[in-house]
């Protein structure tokens, strides 16, 4: 264990930069592991289980800590919280961490940085979790549904009553549940540079478990590596990380070759480079140059040359496409919702506020954007989001105040999507319910006149 008395002490850092800061918890695992590439494998994935684990659950290590502790957790320092959780997730979750080497590294950290005086209360406490958790008693499922899914599923309570007002109880807690597990990664072949099955043999021969996806060819579940950029089939391009649900849309979008596409949201570009391989043009957009280098740096990857990039604020008509594109991916800024799993600090930071100042900014965007549609032309509104007044909600104003009309999913995604919602224009995708992340698309054609 003490080769990873040094990760814990990097985790705990991680920790107060997110959940005490404004960092995003990707970015700040993203730029640690990237930092410590020369660290063992062993230690970089004790790091990212223990720092996503803590961040995951910490609304229910709290309820755990506040069952022993005689200071609610809000009261204690920053530093003494995160400790305490970062060393609670370890007694809960991490069988192989003996109590004893976590209640010990738990109080030299609390030394070495300076809180030796507050290492009797850490160590009094994680010693009595250790003790006394197996008669932990959790909220009642039958008599307090709210509380029992916010505590054990570590969902603020304002957010499991939302998903409640939206969905089955049963629903709720396959989408918590789904948010908890680990993050399965999911890619896509560039069929301009080869092919599902050749992509499949070489990613088994660089080490990797491959998967093939129940709904699309060109998807795989991969496992089992540890540094994706280090493989010749990422490099070269062969790949994209890509979840299923966001290549429906390419799917659903049915680009034929002479289409002009464009995607006014495009960064990092998952769903212009998939429709690039259908059609000869496509105009990806994005608000700053650095999401646009991103587009970029995915572009000459992957060797797609057919799309040209451009700096653009959705929110404002570009007069240069008005009535040009054939189809039109509106795929917005969201809360998120669908994606709780691997953006798990979303959870804890959107309010219903920002909720419904993204349906405002999605409904300006659909509006503007509608411009570019030609007469029997398609747009594509997507978002990664199980609200539904971002989705559907979204889709009915946007039928109500605008020449389109809602168009079949039918003809396009495979069979065992096919549902009333799929012919009547739209796919309400779940984590926990579909393989997939959380998801919503509609097509909307735009009537000749
Ligand atoms: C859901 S992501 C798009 C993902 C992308 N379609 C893909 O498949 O890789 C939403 C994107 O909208 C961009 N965005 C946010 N506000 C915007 C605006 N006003 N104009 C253009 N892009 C915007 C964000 O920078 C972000 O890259």
């Given at each position: 264990m003490t080769t990873n008395n040094k990760g814990r002490e990097i985790v705990l850092d991680m920790l107060l930069q997110v959940i005490e800061g404004e960092e995003f918890a990707h970015r700040v695992l993203r730029r640690t592991l990237k930092a410590h590439q020369d660290k063992p494998k062993q230690e970089r994935a004790f790091i990212t289980r223990l720092f996503v684990g803590t961040m995951k659950h910490y609304l229910t290590l709290d309820y755990i800590i506040e069952q022993f502790?005689?200071?609610?957790?809000?009261?204690?320092?920053?530093?003494?919280?995160?400790?305490?959780?970062?060393?609670?997730?370890?007694?809960?979750?991490?069988?192989?961490?003996?109590?004893?080497?976590?209640?010990?590294?738990?109080?030299?950290?609390?030394?070495?940085?300076?809180?030796?005086?507050?290492?009797?209360?850490?160590?009094?406490?994680?010693r009595n979790i250790a003790r006394a958790r197996a008669d932990i008693q959790y909220p009642d499922k039958d008599t307090d549904l709210n509380r029992y899914l916010s505590i054990s599923y570590s969902v603020p309570s304002w957010l499991v009553?939302?998903?409640?007002?939206?969905?089955?109880?049963?629903?709720?807690?396959?989408?918590?549940?789904?948010?908890?597990?680990?993050?399965?990664?999911?890619?896509?072949?560039?069929?301009?540079?080869?092919?599902?099955?050749?992509?499949?043999?070489?990613?088994?021969?660089?080490?990797?478990?491959?998967?093939?996806?129940?709904?699309?060819?060109?998807?795989?579940?991969i496992k089992d590596f540890d540094y994706l950029e280090g493989f010749s089939t990422f490099r070269d391009g062969l790949f994209i990380i890509q979840d299923v649900s966001s290549m429906l849309v390419s799917v659903v979008a049915n680009a034929k070759e002479d289409d002009f596409v464009v995607d006014v949201c495009a960064a990092p570009g998952g769903k212009a480079l998939h429709i690039a391989e259908k059609c000869k043009k496509v105009s990806a957009r994005d608000l700053t140059e650095y999401k646009i280098n991103l587009i970029n740096e995915n572009i000459r990857r992957m060797g797609i040359e057919n799309i040209h990039t451009k700096v653009?604020?959705?929110?404002?008509?570009?007069?240069?496409?008005?009535?040009?594109?054939?189809?039109?991916?509106?795929?917005?800024?969201?809360?998120?919702?669908?994606?709780?799993?691997?953006?798990?600090?979303?959870k804890y930071k959107m309010t219903e506020k920002q909720q419904d100042d993204l349906v405002k900014l999605q409904r300006n965007i659909l509006h503007v954007v509608s411009e570019y549609v030609k007469p029997g032309g398609i747009l594509i509104y997507s978002t990664c989001t199980i609200n539904h007044k971002e989705n559907i909600g979204n889709m009915e104003w946007f039928l109500d105040n605008h020449n389109f009309k809602p168009d079949s999913l039918n003809n396009y995604l495979p069979a065992q999507l096919h549902s009333d919602t799929s012919k009547a224009g739209y796919l309400q995708l779940l984590q926990g319910i579909h393989p997939t992340d959380g998801f919503f698309i509609c097509r909307m054609r735009k009537e000749s006149r």
């Open positions: 502790s005689s200071l609610p957790v809000k009261k204690m320092k920053p530093f003494i919280r995160n400790l305490l959780r970062m060393s609670v997730y370890q007694l809960m979750y991490m069988d192989s961490i003996p109590d004893s080497a976590v209640c010990n590294e738990a109080v030299k950290l609390a030394k070495k940085r300076g809180f030796g005086k507050l290492s009797g209360f850490v160590n009094g406490n994680l009553t939302m998903l409640l007002e939206q969905y089955k109880p049963q629903e709720v807690e396959k989408i918590l549940e789904a948010s908890l597990r680990e993050n399965e990664i999911t890619i896509r072949c560039n069929c301009i540079k080869t092919t599902p099955d050749k992509l499949e043999e070489l990613l088994i021969g660089e080490g990797v478990t491959v998967i093939r996806h129940p709904y699309l060819k060109e998807a795989f579940i653009w604020d959705a929110n404002i008509t570009d007069p240069e496409i008005l009535g040009k594109a054939d189809i039109v991916i509106a795929d917005l800024p969201c809360s998120g919702l669908g994606v709780l799993g691997k953006k798990y600090d979303i």
